[in-house]
C-alpha cells in the first residue's frame, strides 16, 4: 500500500506519472482543497482508467466534500482521512485473509430485502428474502468450551467491523440554497446632538470632532499714492514807482506765460525808484522767494520764464523775472495696500487654511479607532489674524504679512452603528423557515448629505438566507428510499450531491450510521462598499468598511424554528417542490 501526497499545483500528468511510477498494487492519493486534479471529472475518470489498466486498486483520499463528490462520480473509492483509508485496507487485508471473509459471507445472509447483497469471495452475490437458519456448530472434540466462547466473541468483532465498512452506504452533500435578501434602501442620520442609537428613526450619534489650523503668506499691495513736491525758485520785482515804496505782499502770484504759477512764500517792498535831476528814473529791484502753486515737475522752469505779474502789481508799472531756473518740483509714486489688496489676501488665507485642514483630516491619527470620518462635514470657523488686516488699509507698503489662526471641524461616527441598523433590517427581512446568512450581509454606503450638526446617509444592503434543515430528520426522511426520490426530496433545500456504495447500488441505505449528510453553506464573503466620502476609516474588522463579519445584532428576531415532524419521502409519491425551512408534513 502506498499514499501520494499531492500538491496544489500538480497537473494530472504527475498524478498519473505516481500511478506508473508505483511499484504498490494498492496506492491511495491525496488531496487538498483547491488542487488542480480535482477541478475536472474527467481528471478522476482518467486516474481511474489507469489504475484499471495497471491492476492496481485506487483511492482518493480529500477532506472537501465536493471533491469527494467529484472523487465519487468517477467510480473510485473515496476516504475523508488517511486513518479512515488504512483501517479500510486493513479490513480487506483481513477479509482476504479468510476468517473476516466467512464472517461476511455470513452477514451477507442476513441482510434485510431491499438491500444490495454482498459479493463473497467466490464472486456470488447472495441475496435473501428472510432470516435463514444457521445450524449450529458441531463442538470439537478436545477444545475448551472457553476457547470456544472467545473466538465466537472475536468472530462477532470482526463481524461488526467488517459491517461498518462494508455495509451499503450513502454519502449525501446539500448544498444549501441561498435566496436573496434586498436590496434594501434606507437613510441613516448621523447626529451630533445625539448620543444613543434610535432605530425606530435610524439615527446613529455623531461626534464634531476639533482640527486647529494655520496659515500664513505675504501679499502684494496693489493700490498707488502719488508724492508731489513743489518747486521753488526767487524772482526779482522790477519798480520804477518814483513816489512811494511799494510792498508785495506773501502770497502774491506770478506766472510764466504758459501758465505755470508762483506764489510769493513772504512780503517784500520795493523801495521807491529814484529820479535824476535830469528826470533821469532808476527803477528799484527787490528780491521775493517763490513755490510752485501746483507740485510736481512742472514747477522745474528755467531762467527768465516768470514774467507775468498780477494787476495788483502791475498798475505800480513794477515787472517781474526769475534770474535763475525754479528747482525741487517732485512727482513719486508708493505702493498703497487699498481694501481689494485685503479682502484678496483674506480669501487666500481662508483658502491656505482649508487645505491645512484636509492635511489635517488625512494625517495619522486624526480619526479615533474605530470611527468613520466624512469628509463633506468639514467647516472651518472664524479666523483670527495679527496684523489686523482692518488696520492695514492705507498704509504704503509693496507688501504685507498676514498670520491667521481657526478651528476646523469634522463629523466623526462609529459606523458600526449604522451595520447595526443594516443587519437588523436584513434580519427583520428573514422569511419564515429561513435563517439569515450572517456572513452574507453585505451594505453599500453612499455619500452622504450635509444637513447643519448632522447629515444624512444612504444606506443599500443586500443579504441571503437559507432554509433552516435539521440534518437528523433528513436522514430519517431520505432512508431506505431510491437515490432519485431521495434527490428530489432534497432538492427543494439546495443542490443536491448522492453517492452510493457500491456504487451500483440505487437505493440509499437503511442504517443511519451508514447515511453521511453534509450540508454546505457557499453564500459569498461578506462585503462592505466603503462610502465615497469617507475617509480614514479605522475598521473594526474591511470592509466588508463594517457590518461584515459580523455576528448578527442582539435583538434580531430568532427564525422560525424547524418543524419536527418531517415526512419521509416515497417511492410513489415525491414530495412537492418548493423550499420550506425543513420537510413539511404531505
Known amino acids: 500500500m502506498a499514499i501520494y501526497y499531492l500538491d496544489v499545483d500538480d497537473e494530472i500528468t504527475s498524478a498519473a506519472a505516481r500511478l506508473r511510477d508505483s511499484s504498490d498494487s494498492r496506492i491511495a492519493l491525496v488531496l487538498s482543497s483547491g488542487s488542480r486534479v480535482a477541478t475536472s471529472r474527467i481528471n478522476f475518470r482518467l486516474l481511474a482508467r489507469e489504475a484499471k489498466r495497471r491492476n492496481k486498486r485506487l483511492a482518493i483520499i480529500a477532506a472537501d466534500p465536493s471533491v469527494q463528490s467529484v472523487a465519487r462520480s468517477a467510480e473510485l473509492p473515496v476516504y475523508s482521512n488517511v486513518s479512515e483509508y488504512e483501517r479500510a485496507e486493513a479490513v480487506v487485508a483481513a477479509h482476504n485473509a479468510g476468517p473476516v471473509g466467512d464472517a461476511l459471507d455470513e452477514l451477507a445472509l442476513t441482510v434485510g430485502p431491499g438491500t444490495p447483497g454482498y459479493i463473497g469471495r467466490s464472486g456470488a452475490t447472495r441475496v435473501t428474502s428472510g432470516r435463514p437458519a444457521v445450524a449450529p456448530a458441531p463442538a470439537r472434540k478436545g477444545l475448551p468450551r472457553g476457547v470456544l466462547l472467545v473466538s465466537s466473541l472475536l468472530l462477532v468483532a470482526a463481524i461488526a467491523v467488517a459491517g461498518f465498512f462494508f455495509l451499503p452506504g450513502t454519502n ?75 510792498t508785495i505782499v506773501a502770497g502774491t502770484v506770478v506766472s510764466t506765460p504758459a501758465g505755470v504759477s508762483f506764489a510769493t512764500t513772504s512780503a517784500v517792498t520795493a523801495p521807491k525808484a529814484s529820479i535824476s535831476s535830469s528826470f533821469l528814473v532808476t527803477p528799484s529791484t527787490v528780491n521775493a522767494p517763490v513755490k510752485a502753486v501746483k507740485s510736481g515737475v512742472s514747477g522745474n522752469v528755467p531762467a527768465g520764464a516768470i514774467t507775468v505779474a498780477p494787476p495788483a502789481v502791475k498798475k505800480f508799472a513794477i515787472s517781474v523775472k526769475n534770474k535763475a531756473e525754479t528747482s525741487g518740483g517732485t512727482h513719486t509714486v508708493e505702493p498703497l495696500i487699498q481694501q481689494s489688496d485685503i479682502d484678496g489676501a483674506q480669501a487666500g488665507i481662508k483658502s491656505l487654511l482649508q487645505q491645512s485642514l484636509d492635511e489635517s483630516l488625512q494625517s495619522d491619527g486624526a480619526v479615533p479607532t474605530g470611527m468613520t470620518l466624512f469628509p463633506d462635514s468639514a467647516k472651518i470657523g472664524d479666523s483670527t489674524c495679527a496684523p489686523d488686516p482692518a488696520g492695514l488699509v492705507g498704509t504704503t507698503a509693496p507688501t504685507f504679512d498676514l498670520d491667521c489662526k481657526a478651528t476646523g471641524t469634522a463629523i466623526v461616527a462609529d459606523m458600526s452603528k449604522v451595520l447595526e441598523i443594516a443587519g437588523r433590517r436584513a434580519a427583520a427581512a428573514v422569511k419564515s423557515g429561513y435563517t439569515l446568512v450572517a456572513s452574507s450581509v453585505s451594505t453599500a454606503i453612499g455619500k452622504a448629505v450635509i444637513h447643519g450638526s448632522s447629515l444624512s446617509v444612504p444606506v443599500v444592503i443586500t443579504a441571503g438566507e437559507v432554509p433552516i434543515v435539521d440534518v437528523d430528520e433528513l436522514r430519517a426522511a431520505i432512508k431506505g428510499k431510491s437515490i432519485d426520490t431521495a434527490r428530489t426530496f432534497l432538492s427543494q433545500f439546495g443542490q443536491v450531491d448522492i453517492s452510493a456504495w457500491p456504487d451500483w447500488g440505487s437505493t440509499v441505505s437503511g442504517f443511519d450510521f451508514r447515511i453521511d449528510i453534509k450540508v454546505v453553506d457557499i453564500s459569498p464573503a461578506p462585503s462592505q462598499t466603503p462610502s465615497p466620502t469617507s475617509r480614514k476609516t479605522v475598521p473594526p474588522p474591511t470592509a466588508r468598511p463594517d457590518v461584515t463579519n459580523k455576528p448578527e445584532p442582539s435583538g434580531t428576531p430568532e427564525p422560525t424554528p424547524a418543524p419536527t415532524d418531517t415526512p419521509a419521502p416515497t417511492d410513489t409519491a415525491p414530495p412537492t417542490e418548493g423550499p420550506s425551512a425543513s420537510p413539511s408534513p404531505s
Do not use: W
Open 172 to 246: 449525501v452533500v446539500l448544498t444549501l440554497r441561498e435566496d436573496p435578501i434586498g436590496p434594501i434602501t434606507l437613510n441613516v442620520t448621523v447626529d451630533t446632538a445625539v448620543t444613543t442609537v434610535n432605530t425606530q428613526s435610524d439615527t446613529v450619534p455623531g461626534q464634531s470632532k476639533a482640527f486647529p489650523v494655520e496659515a500664513s503668506n505675504t501679499f502684494d499691495a496693489t493700490g498707488e499714492k502719488s508724492v508731489d513736491t513743489p518747486a521753488t525758485g526767487t524772482v526779482t520785482f522790477t519798480s520804477p514807482y518814483f513816489t512811494d515804496a511799494v
